[in-house]
């Protein structure tokens, strides 16, 4: 295997075969979903005591703290970066629908719509936290995010998944409806080197420093 940590950066992309990286970057690959009309709800659990509220101008540290809880095991960093009045300005945005799933009265997932663009709608955050990854709470959510969606009639809904996320996600995000439409390679500075992250999220992607 070819030795890469002289490499230079940018990198020049290889499009059959390995592409080098420098230390203190990660690499995913993005897949691009869609689905055009809502589908049958998935089965969700009897009396599971969730329920979904959304939270109309969100305070930006309840925000941060929930998106870090569900996020950081798969190195969710992207609301984390932006500063104050950046993060604001989308969550309060009228046309940027927050989404608090609740159990019990405490906040176990998040589920986040984007109507800016017209007649698209962008399924921009969903997750639920650690605990109850495979409990169904996630069918919950999916079945309202898509019924919320739809009532705006759009001519679809998009959201991405990528490689460094719950293995099951793409296949849970296609059970649900969705379909693969393009595909992407991400690369970004780790946020566990910065301190945005703990350097003990997700073991799954190596730290390379």
């Known amino acids: 295997m070819t030795d890469t940590t002289d490499a230079s950066f940018p ?26 009309a809502q589908p049958s709800a998935l089965r969700e659990p009897p009396d599971s005591g969730l329920t979904l509220e959304r939270v109309d101008a969100p305070d930006t540290g309840w925000y941060r703290d929930l998106f870090r809880r569900i996020g950081e095991p798969w190195l969710w960093y992207s609301r984390l970066r932006m500063d104050e009045a ?24 998040l589920m986040e719509l984007d109507f800016r663009t017209p007649n698209d709608v962008e399924l921009a955050f969903f997750g639920v936290v650690p605990e109850l990854v495979g ?11 898509l019924a919320l969606a739809f009532a705006r009639r759009p001519r679809r809904v998009h959201v991405y998944t ?20 393009g595909r992407s390679i991400e690369i970004a500075d780790d946020p566990r080197l910065s301190g945005l992250l703990s350097r003990e999220a997700a073991p799954h992607v190596p730290i390379i420093d």
């Open 162 to 181: 990528c490689t460094h996320d719950h293995p099951a996600a793409l296949g849970f995000y296609i059970k649900a409806g969705f379909r693969a439409i």
């Open 135 to 145: 409990s169904g709470a996630g069918r919950f959510l999916m079945n309202r995010a």
């Open 86 to 109: 950046a993060l604001r300005g989308v969550i309060a945005d009228p046309e940027v629908a927050v989404h608090a799933l609740r159990r019990n009265g405490a906040d176990v997932g």
């Open 11 to 36: 990198p020049t992309l290889n499009l059959d075969g390995y592409t080098p990286l420098p230390p203190g970057k990660i690499a995913t690959i993005v897949t691009h979903l869609e689905i055009t």
